[in-house]
């Protein structure tokens, strides 16, 4: 048995484009994904988010999922085309639903976290060059201030960005996301500029002065092993760490660039010429916690041919729906890292979680595997506070089965089951599970 600190903020996370539906709604214009998901072979079955889990309608009925599962907190994510469906134009009525959307998490004693951008970039924007232009800094500033303004008072956790890994490198460089680009010169040109409206907006949150709420940002951290003990393949796990970590974690808590990436990138991308003189002050404005999301670990080796001079091979673990190996113990051994080598303020694990293919049976849904690997993260998390890490949440990815991007609907990571033909929601073994944990503020063995 393994207690968790009184204060444990238990919660789950999703996101707006993978949730919400309406996407025609109450002044709502398309976002990036909405296109990007309408091009043909972009997402699994052509799925797109047009309706989602319809949570745009049924957010009563799922927050009083979330009051019967007993999650301390929520983290969802704000829609930019509600707020601004046109550039400098705001959206009262996109507004209304999120203020709509707290209202009922307050009712419901649930704290509501807000992620500022988890991806659904207003498609103006992406027709202005996205996050390749650098005026995507002043049209985010301009969005965050608003949402400062108008709910900075009911929300007591800002993220102001989800994995801005995902939302650069895999968006502009790999092109599995919107708006599919494959130019690593532009993925780190957008990463740069991401990472600037965070620190934007950290000053902008902190110039208005919110009372009793905090900033911080979500990162996907992955950690990079070796796959033998020679040399080169050490090389390969240096590389690839920068490549997934080091490149967002440096600039954030030590206010510059890792200078074996920027070598190694040179080559590729040419200059820096993107990165003016003060960026680097503005990125590394001092937030008050770190979101960290973690599903796996990476294991890689040598290779000359590669950009990052290394590639991924296949973990000894079992593997989740995703093909991504389970390994709990490296989540601890991340924990530790990011405490030594970069900070010890709060830190929250704003997703961690795993699709599995569910065994329905009626009203039942069975998904043991998942129960499994929660337990075993969560064993990881108790032993990094019990060594005095500064761990002080844990969001579950996530609360409903939803739109997984590129994969559509093929994989499920929700501790709820979604029948997309009917809506209906139907709690998995995992949320009941989750319930009990929460409850007793323990792991069973
Ligand atoms: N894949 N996967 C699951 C999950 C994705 O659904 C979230 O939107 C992202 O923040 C993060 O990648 C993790």
């Not at 992620?115 to 390749?132: K, N």
């Not at 080598?341 to 929250?348: A, C, K, Q, R, V």
């Not at 409903?400 to 994989?411: C, I, Q, R, T």
């Amino acid at each position: 048995m393994a207690n968790f600190p009184k204060d444990f903020l238990f919660g789950v996370a999703t996101s707006s484009y993978q949730i919400e539906g309406a996407v025609n709604e109450d002044g709502r214009t398309p976002s990036i994904w909405d296109t990007f998901s309408k091009i043909k072979g972009k997402t699994y079955n052509g799925d797109t988010g047009d309706i989602a889990c319809d949570h745009y309608h049924r957010y009563k009925e799922d927050i009083g999922i979330l009051k019967e599962i007993g999650v301390k907190a929520y983290r969802f994510s704000i829609a930019w085309p509600r707020i601004y469906p046109e550039k400098g134009k705001f959206n009262q009525k996109g507004m209304d639903f999120y203020k709509k959307l707290i209202d009922e998490l307050l009712k419901n004693n649930i704290k509501p976290v807000a992620t500022i951008y988890h991806w659904d970039l207003p498609q103006w924007a992406g027709d202005l060059g996205g996050w390749l232009n650098r005026d995507s800094i002043y049209w985010y500033s301009e969005y965050s201030q608003k949402l400062f303004k108008e709910i900075g008072d009911v929300v007591p956790m800002w993220i102001t960005h989800n994995e801005p890994w995902c939302a650069s490198i895999l968006s502009y460089g790999i092109g599995e996301h919107a708006p599919g680009h494959k130019d690593y010169r532009e993925a780190l040109i957008a990463a740069h500029h991401i990472l600037l409206s965070h620190g934007e907006a950290v000053k902008i949150f902190r110039d208005m002065n919110i009372k009793e709420s905090q900033i911080g940002i979500t990162l996907n951290l992955t950690p990079a092993y070796p796959a033998t003990e020679k040399e080169e393949d050490y090389l390969a796990a240096k590389y690839a760490d920068g490549f997934s970590n080091r490149w967002f974690l440096d600039p954030i808590f030590k206010g510059k660039y890792p200078v074996d990436m920027i070598e190694l990138y040179k080559k590729e991308i040419g200059e820096f010429d993107f990165i003016k003189n003060e960026d680097l002050g503005i990125i590394s404005q001092p937030i008050d916690f770190l979101g960290i999301n973690f599903y796996s670990r990476s294991i890689v080796k040598y290779d000359e041919n590669s950009l990052i001079k290394g590639e991924a091979v296949e973990g000894p673990g079992k593997k989740t729906d995703m093909g991504w190996e389970i390994s709990p113990e490296s989540l601890y051994d991340l924990l530790k890292r990011i405490d030594k080598e970069y900070t010890n303020m709060p830190i929250y694990i704003t997703e961690n979680g795993a699709a599995f293919k569910d065994i329905v049976n009626k009203d039942e849904v069975h998904d043991q595997e998942r129960i499994e690997y929660v337990k075993e993260h969560l064993k990881y998390a108790i032993k990094f506070i019990e060594d005095g890490g500064n761990l002080k949440g844990y969001f579950l990815w996530s609360l409903l089965d939803n739109f997984e991007w590129a994969y559509g609907y093929s994989k499920r990571f929700g501790i709820v089951y979604v029948d997309f033909e009917t809506q209906k929601r139907i709690l998995k073994d995992s949320a009941i599970w989750y319930k009990e944990v929460i409850n007793k503020n323990l792991i069973d063995n």
